[in-house]
């Protein structure tokens, strides 16, 4: 049995190899059309029915779909009929034979069954054709007693094409997984752009509204004329912020198309208008819980278990090919019908019993196959169990880091609501001319710096959220399962 069974159940883009839908869903695409804010969920479920690399990994399970049933085609069942008769000559003698051949599939024998008929004279050097006048049945087999008795070279070829099938589906999860893990970052960049892109708007929109009030107190007199030179200057200022995080927004929703898109499978750049309005629930990540072993549940090292699998197969086959051949043969037959021109000496049931031996004498083919399948045994055994350390170790860094930016988002919360307490109360005291304008774009700027600090330490969390996610294979975080209707 194979070590590697398939750990990922279905998810939106195809259920019977893991990650993907099932052909019966309606196909998950993107809504250009759509005002409501853009969600992870939505994006993750786009994703995941239309990114090309999982198509591609779909074509590539179906490759080995088709391996595996070429494999299957050594069981076949085989008809043959061969027919001959005498044109010319002193015979007239003309015979069809007709066969059915089954391998077995636990043993390296076959069952066979016969019918043969035949009419007119043979030479004394054909004399097997001759039948009653309505044919021979004959029904026998072939068992194999030592070599080919548990494994063969068709039930290897069967089950190495299985366990390349299951490779096949481990890789595509691998696949969806990194798919849907850069699908997390694109989004959560988008998110973050976006709002860093609101602070500095919001920034910019409160060095306007005093630019008429500055204006009018300079005409009055109230206020010297410098400090309308220096509002101006702190506006282009705020502007050039804008700009950049207006830039930075754009490039992140052209990067997110690659994972949204449309039914057509176009690529959709998200509109502005649909930016989440809540940072905590855009940004908060997707939950992540560790049960068990996180490495068993990675397809990476799913792939390595069903290779050294194969190894194994390798190995049982090398040793089998060192045995002695044994083959045992029964066969029983039956002539029908009145007598023909054979004589009566067909008419009788028979049955014939035989075997068959050989023994190689040195099998240097075989030893040396045995080598380097235990060679390649101990080389994958090893490189599987490094494997499972670096998930382990990978997936306790991640742990940390999680629990790191956890701290950093609540010390940044703090910071942001202790600085726009300040700039609010600067704000006042300025419009009761009790401050300076220095002060208040000073106290403004350092509230606006902390609110983008705060985004940048949610952006932190929700990203190492979603690379824990695809360390542990959590298909539910990385919108790989969908709840059945």
């Known amino acids: 049995m194979l070590a590697a069974a398939s750990l990922l159940p279905a998810a939106p883009a195809f259920a019977q190899y893991g990650p993907v839908v099932t052909s019966g869903r309606p196909y998950a695409a993107a809504d250009p059309q759509s005002a409501e804010p853009l969600t992870l969920t939505e ?60 391998p077995l599939t636990e043993n390296g024998g076959y069952l066979y069954g016969g019918y043969r008929v035949s009419r007119g004279s043979f030479p004394i050097y054909e004399d097997e054709y ?89 005409e009055l007199g109230a206020k010297p004329e410098i400090l309308l030179t220096e ?24 990067s997110l198309s690659l994972y949204y898109r449309d039914a057509s499978g176009q690529p959709v750049v998200v509109s502005p208008r649909r930016l989440p309005k809540d940072a905590d629930a855009a940004l908060a990540g997707p939950p992540v819980e560790i049960l068990g072993p996180a490495a068993m549940a990675r397809p990476d090292l799913q792939t390595m278990l069903a290779r050294i699998d194969q190894s194994m197969a390798k190995l049982a086959l090398a040793r089998n090919d060192l045995l002695p051949k044994l083959d045992l043969r029964a066969e029983v037959g039956k002539d029908i019908g009145d007598e023909g021109l054979g004589g009566r000496s ?3 049931f028979e049955t014939v019993v035989g075997f068959r031996f050989s023994v190689p ?19 994958l055994n090893a490189r599987a169990r490094f494997l ?34 300040l700039a609010e109360g600067e704000r006042r005291r300025f419009a009761l001319g009790s401050s300076d304008f220095f002060l208040v774009n000073q106290r403004e700027e350092t509230a606006t710096d902390a609110q983008v600090r705060l985004i940048d330490a ?9 690379e824990l996610a695809a360390a542990t294979a959590d298909q539910e975080a990385l919108g790989l399962t969908l709840e059945e209707n």
């Open 43 to 102: 994006v993750l479920r786009v994703s995941a029915a239309s990114a090309p690399q999982i198509v591609e990994a779909l074509a590539r399970i179906r490759q080995a779909e088709g391996r595996a049933l070429s494999a299957e085609g050594a069981f076949d069942t085989v008809f043959d009929v061969d027919g001959r008769t005498r044109a010319l000559g002193y015979y007239d003698g003309s015979a069809l034979d007709a066969k059915v051949r089954q």
């Open 130 to 218: 001759y039948t009653n006048r309505l044919g021979e049945l004959k029904v026998g087999g072939l068992y194999s007693l030592l070599r080919d008795r548990l494994v063969d070279e068709r039930r290897t070829r069967r089950t190495l094409a299985a366990a390349d099938l299951d490779i096949a589906r481990f890789e595509a999860q691998a696949t969806a997984i990194g798919v849907q893990r850069r699908a997390m970052d694109a989004y959560q960049t988008w998110v973050a752009a976006g709002l860093r892109l609101r602070a500095y708007r919001g920034l910019l929109e409160l060095a306007e509204s005093r630019r008429a009030g500055i204006s009018r107190q300079v």
């Open 231 to 254: 509002n101006e200057q702190n506006l282009v200022r705020r502007r050039a912020l804008v700009l950049r995080a207006e830039q930075e927004f754009e490039s992140a929703a052209n």
């Open 346 to 348: 067909r008419t009788p």
């Open 361 to 379: 004498l040195q099998n240097r083919t075989a030893k040396g196959k045995i080598d380097e399948a235990r060679a390649e045994i101990d080389a």
């Open 388 to 421: 499972r350390d670096q998930i382990a170790v990978e997936v306790e860094g991640i742990t940390i880091a999680v629990d790191a930016a956890e701290r950093l988002a609540q010390a940044a919360a703090q910071e942001q609501q202790l600085a726009e307490r």
């Open 458 to 466: 949610q952006a932190r969390i929700a990203a190492a959220r979603s």
